[in-house]
Every structure is written in structure tokens, then in C-alpha cells.
């Protein structure tokens, strides 16, 4: 099974398989700042009152990501109605002006045209079989003047793991960027907006411990779904690794934004 739709459910009906690949970037991201509070720098959240997130999932970044605007009108949707109530549940914990949330598929957002200042898409557009049309219709829901931030990883992200991921058949390369990397982020966007800015996250992994490993990369397609004996492989090829790097991992990340604005 490949990142479709049809296995959304499998892997957003509850937190345990999202929280298997975060506890991986939580514990072992080498980065001056990171991810969500980086994400929110790259941010213009000045003069922004009414924000949309769109495939919120759990609602971490809003927690994780430093210090908002106090006048946040915050609306989260996902696919996910598990997600959904989640990240509502969490945010309404800061002081957000307003929270809602709504179970909503990207490619139909239920929106009136032009009704927030700003849109966020994180790491969630390779899960959309047509990414072009949710940009579209991120689009169709800003405000003149309105951003929309996309984020996804590059095709090199974590290229030491997945080389290791060989041992199940797998290719050797991050499969949500295999869908929607960099180039796809950047071209999608360009062909909506006209002009696009993109942003590296500078940062690094360095992995300590193996079991980390095998239920990050275990938790979704294709390494989701091996046999007995391929995963019993794949133990031994990371024990391997370990043990080569003396009982490290060190791989490369790669994780950009996109940020595009509607003309005014
Ligand atoms: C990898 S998680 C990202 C969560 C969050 N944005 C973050 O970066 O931490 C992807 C999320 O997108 C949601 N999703 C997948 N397809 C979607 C769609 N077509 N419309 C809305 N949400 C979708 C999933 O349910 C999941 O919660």
C-alpha cells in the first residue's frame, strides 16, 4: 500500500503511528531551532487574525511552536475526526481568541471564498491524490493579501534510514517525498500563486537508539506491512548500522516550507 487516501484512517484513527515517527524527530533532531518553532518564524502572522490548518493531525505545532499573537481565531480541519478533536481539545488550552474545528477533506474545503488572512498545509499534501487542486482551493479560501505555508520533506530526507529499508524491498528514499517532495511542493505552488518562497529547515538527525528506528520506519507503507521474516531483516540491518556507526545513526533531514501569497 502506498501514501493513498484509502489508508488515511489506518494511520490517523488514532495518535500511535504519528507519534512513532514524531518521537523520532522529538528525540533526535540536531538543529539550532526546531521544527514547529522554526516553521513558526518563517510565519507572517503580523497583521493575521483568522488562521486555517489544514491536516492538523494531533494539533502538536500549536503547542510546540513558541509564542502567538494573542487575537488567534484558529480553525483546525483534518480527515480525521480522531485528529480533529484532538488538536481542538489541545489548542483550546492556549489562549487562542477562538478554536474550531470541522472534519474536512482538503479538496473540498467548506469555506466561503476569501475568509482567512492565512493557510497552513503541514506535511499533508502527499496524502492528497490531487495536491493542485487542494492548493487551489487553499487558494479560494484566502483573503487578497492572504499567505498560504506549505511544508513537506525532500527526497534526500533520512536517506541513511531508508537505505536501510532495502532489506524490505523498499526504495531507498522517503516516500512522502517520493509524492509530494520539494519540486512538487514548488511547482504546485508556483503554478497557483506565480511567486513562491522557500525555506530550508537546517538541522540534522542523530539517533541513539535502534528501537526508534524500526517503529518509525514500521509505522506506515510500505515497511508497514512486511512479513515476519523481512522485519526480523530489517532488526538486524539497523543492529548492523548501529553498531558501524558505533551505536549511532547519523542521517541527513530534509524538511522545507513553501510560502506563497494571494495577490491583493
Ligand atoms: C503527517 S500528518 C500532519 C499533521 C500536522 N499537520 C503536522 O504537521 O504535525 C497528516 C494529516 O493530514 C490528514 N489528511 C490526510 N489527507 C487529508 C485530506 N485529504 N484532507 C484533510 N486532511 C487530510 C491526516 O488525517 C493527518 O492528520
Redesign the pocket.
Given at each position: 500500500m502506498s501514501f493513498s487516501?484509502a489508508d488515511?484512517a489506518r494511520?490517523?484513527g488514532n495518535v500511535s503511528k504519528?507519534a512513532a515517527?514524531?518521537r523520532l524527530h522529538t528525540l533526535y533532531t540536531i538543529a539550532e531551532t526546531g521544527w514547529?518553532p522554526w516553521v513558526r518564524q518563517q510565519l507572517p502572522l503580523v497583521d493575521t487574525t483568522s488562521l486555517l490548518?489544514?491536516?492538523?493531525?494531533?494539533?502538536?505545532?500549536w503547542t510546540s511552536c513558541g509564542p502567538l499573537p494573542g487575537n488567534l481565531d484558529l480553525t483546525l480541519?483534518?480527515?480525521?475526526a480522531t485528529?480533529v478533536s484532538e488538536a481542538v481539545e489541545r489548542c483550546a488550552a492556549r489562549s487562542f481568541r477562538h478554536v474550531g474545528g470541522e472534519v474536512?477533506?482538503?479538496?473540498r474545503l467548506s469555506f466561503a471564498d476569501a475568509s482567512f488572512d492565512g493557510v497552513?498545509?503541514?506535511?499533508?499534501l502527499?496524502?492528497?491524490?490531487k495536491p493542485l487542486e487542494?492548493i487551489r482551493e487553499m487558494a479560494r479560501v484566502l483573503k487578497p493579501g492572504g499567505f498560504l505555508a506549505v511544508?513537506t520533506n525532500g527526497r534526500g530526507n533520512m536517506r541513511e534510514l531508508y537505505e536501510l529499508t532495502a532489506v524490505l524491498g523498499a526504495a531507498p528514499m522517503d516516500p512522502?517525498a517520493a509524492v509530494f517532495g520539494f519540486a512538487e511542493a514548488e511547482d504546485t505552488m508556483r503554478q497557483v500563486f506565480g511567486e513562491v518562497s522557500i525555506h530550508k529547515h537546517p538541522s540534522r538527525l542523530r539517533v541513539t537508539e535502534p528501537e526508534d528506528v524500526f517503529m518509525a520506519m514500521t509505522s506506515y507503507p510500505p515497511c508497514e506491512d512486511a512479513g515476519e521474516d523481512a522485519l526480523k531483516a530489517f532488526r538486524q540491518a539497523i543492529e548492523v548500522a548501529f553498531a558501524q556507526g558505533g551505536g549511532v545513526i547519523e542521517s541527513s533531514h530534509e524538511r522545507g516550507l513553501f510560502l506563497a501569497r494571494k495577490p491583493l
Open positions: 487516501q488515511n494511520q490517523y504519528i515517527r514524531a514547529f490548518d489544514v491536516g492538523c493531525g494531533p494539533g502538536w505545532f480541519v483534518d480527515r480525521s485528529m474536512t477533506d482538503a479538496a497552513i498545509a503541514m506535511h499533508m502527499y496524502h492528497v491524490e487542494a511544508t512522502s
